[in-house]
């Protein structure tokens, strides 16, 4: 590993670094890792155009699968842009919480478009017109883990209001898929919301391995194909409780 930038912020411990492998493929890769040791995104050098990570490959399937003229698009948490990157001719509206995450993007990744939005991405969605996006994603961590307030029964309602009568939201999560309370509770939180929902995760060796999970929810049923996801699998989570806001998690919204 060749390490060409470290940079702190309040948010992240960021690395930029290449490797001649990722997750045992050969090739030159630039990747961007965060102080968990989780790869936030990864470019191949060989083909820069490429999106090379499981979970935006799996959700650019599940978009364009069930609803394939879909034209703009909510995203909170930038990384390196793999998605609104892949899609030059869509609508994105990119909301990412630190600064110094775009400044890398650009420098290290060559992401050039004009559509990113810094600040708080819950405070961002709420300022929009309601019914105005067919997707959001959800692709938000910091050396903490996920936002609370990004997991809560009223952010999924802020969401629905925003989301057109056909669209849906696409939430990156990382966790384990048996007895993992707040993955559960994630879950079953969107379920009180939307009519529907599937999860997927990527294949580990151990049931308690933490791995890559996607939650998708709509009010219409959700298809996919299985050879289309990149590895990932459906999988069906235990019910968990209800996250609600709190006061002391709405304040962080403002540091």
């Known amino acids: ?12 411990e960021i690395t930029i670094y290449e490797a001649g492998q990722l997750d045992g493929k050969l090739g030159k890769y630039r990747c961007m890792q965060f102080s968990d040791d989780a790869v ?32 703009h698009v909510f995203v909170i948490g930038h990384g390196i842009g793999a998605i609104a990157g892949h899609y030059s001719d869509k609508r994105f509206t990119v909301a990412e919480i630190d600064e ?12 050039r478009q004009n559509n990113i939005a810094v600040g708080d991405g819950r405070q961002l969605l709420m300022h929009e017109e309601p019914r105005l996006y067919d997707y959001i994603i959800v692709d938000a961590f910091t050396k903490k883990g996920s936002p609370l307030h990004l997991t809560t029964l009223e952010f ?56 890559n999970i996607i939650i998708m929810g ?27 806001d709190r006061v002391s998690s709405l304040s962080c919204m403002n540091e």
């Open 156 to 211: 999924y309602a802020i969401a629905k209001e925003k989301l057109r009568p056909q669209g849906s939201i696409l939430i990156n999560l990382m966790g384990r898929i048996k007895n993992d309370r707040r993955i559960n509770a994630i879950h079953t939180t969107l379920g009180e919301t939307f009519a529907f929902t599937k999860v997927f995760a990527l294949p580990a060796e151990e049931m308690s391995d933490i791995r």
């Open 218 to 244: 709509n009010d219409k049923s959700i298809d996919f194909q299985p050879r289309a996801m990149a590895g990932f699998t459906e999988i069906q989570l235990d019910a968990g409780h209800i996250i609600r």
């Open 1 to 12: 590993m060749h390490v060409l930038a470290r940079e702190s912020s309040k948010y992240n």
């Open 40 to 71: 936030q995104g990864a470019m191949d050098l060989n083909d820069p155009k490429r999106v090379v990570l499981e979970y935006p490959r799996a959700m650019i399937h599940l978009m364009e699968h069930n609803h394939s003229t879909f034209e």
């Open 100 to 111: 110094k995450v775009v400044e890398l993007s650009r420098i290290w990744f060559h992401y």
